[in-house]
C-alpha cells in the first residue's frame, strides 16, 4: 500500500492511494484507532455513517476490524422520502447490508423514509442525536460538493435544524444514477431527509472517504474554492479533525 499524506492550509489531513481498495483499508484501520481510543475512557461512541458506493472498500475493511461492536450506536445521515427500508436504493438498506446486520451493535438507529409526518420523523431522529452527541463521521463528497443531502441550493452552513426535509437538485439526482443505484432520473426520488451541515460539522472526528475519477472536480473544488454554501464540502476546511481519503483518480485534480 503507497500513500501520499498532505496536510493542506486548511489543516485537512489529505491521504492518497494508488486504489481504492489501499484507501478503503487505511481509513478503516485510521477510523478503528480512534474508536478504540474513545472506548479507553467512556463506555460508548456514537457514529454516523455515509450510505453510498464511494465507502463500499470503506466498509467492508472495517467490518474485519477487532472492534467492541456492542458499545457503539449507529446512525446514517440521510435517507429518501418514500423508499421503505427494504428497497434496494434506501440507505438504511444499503447499511444494514454492508455493516450493520453483521455486528452486534449497541443501537442501530435508521431514518424512517415511509413516515406518515416527516417533519415529526425529523424531530425524532434529532432526539436521538442529542442524546448520542456525535463522535465520529463517516462520510463522502457528492459529485456537486454536496455532503450528505445537503446539495448546493440547500446547503446552510448556520443551519437551525439537525435534520430536514430537502428537495434534491438534479446533479444530486442524477449522481444516484451514475452510481447505478437508480435506472433513470425520473425514477430517483425528489425529497429526502438529511441531517444538516452544522450537525455533521458537530462530530469530534470526521473521516471522508471519496474514490473515483468522477469526484475528482468535487475533491480539487473542496480545496480550491472558498469557504461557501455553493460547494458545500468546503466547510470540511474549518473542522479541527477532519481526515480526507483520496485514490489517484479523484485527487488528479489537485495542485498539491
Known amino acids: 500500500m503507497q500513500s501520499d499524506s498532505i496536510r493542506d492550509s486548511h489543516n485537512l489531513g489529505v491521504h492518497i492511494f494508488d486504489s481504492r481498495t489501499d484507501l478503503g483499508e487505511a481509513a478503516a484501520a485510521a477510523t478503528a484507532i480512534t474508536i478504540r481510543t474513545l472506548l479507553t475512557t467512556r463506555e460508548t461512541v456514537n457514529i454516523v455513517f455515509a450510505a453510498a458506493p464511494s465507502q463500499n472498500e470503506f466498509l467492508a475493511a472495517l467490518n474485519r476490524q477487532p472492534l467492541d461492536w456492542d458499545r457503539i450506536n449507529a446512525f ?5 422520502l418514500g423508499l421503505g427500508p427494504e428497497a434496494p ?4 438498506y444499503y447499511l444494514k447490508r454492508h455493516i450493520f446486520d453483521k455486528h452486534p451493535f449497541r443501537s442501530v438507529n435508521l431514518m424512517n423514509g415511509l413516515a406518515a409526518d416527516p417533519e415529526a420523523e425529523c424531530r425524532r431522529y434529532t432526539a436521538l442525536l442529542q442524546a448520542h452527541p456525535t463522535d ?3 462520510l463522502g463528497i457528492g459529485e456537486n460538493n454536496h455532503l450528505a443531502f445537503n ?3 440547500v446547503a446552510d452552513f448556520r443551519d437551525p435544524q439537525t435534520v430536514k426535509i430537502v428537495t434534491l437538485d438534479a446533479d444530486c439526482r442524477r449522481q444516484q444514477v451514475n452510481d447505478g ?3 433513470t432520473l425520473a425514477a430517483v426520488p425528489l425529497q429526502a431527509l438529511t441531517i444538516t451541515i452544522p450537525a455533521l460539522m458537530a462530530g469530534r ?3 471522508s472517504m471519496v474514490p473515483g475519477e468522477r469526484k475528482a472536480r468535487a475533491v480539487a473544488n473542496t480545496f480550491d474554492q472558498p469557504v461557501t454554501e455553493r460547494y458545500p464540502s468546503t466547510i470540511l476546511k474549518q473542522h479541527p479533525a477532519v481526515q480526507l481519503f483520496l ?3 479523484s485527487s488528479k485534480l489537485l495542485s498539491t
Open 136 to 138: 465520529i463521521v463517516c
Open 205 to 207: 472526528y470526521l473521516f
Open 89 to 92: 436504493q434506501s440507505f438504511g
Open 181 to 183: 443505484c437508480f435506472p
Open 247 to 249: 485514490d489517484r483518480d
Open 151 to 153: 446539495d448546493p441550493p
Open 76 to 80: 446514517h445521515m440521510d435517507e429518501y
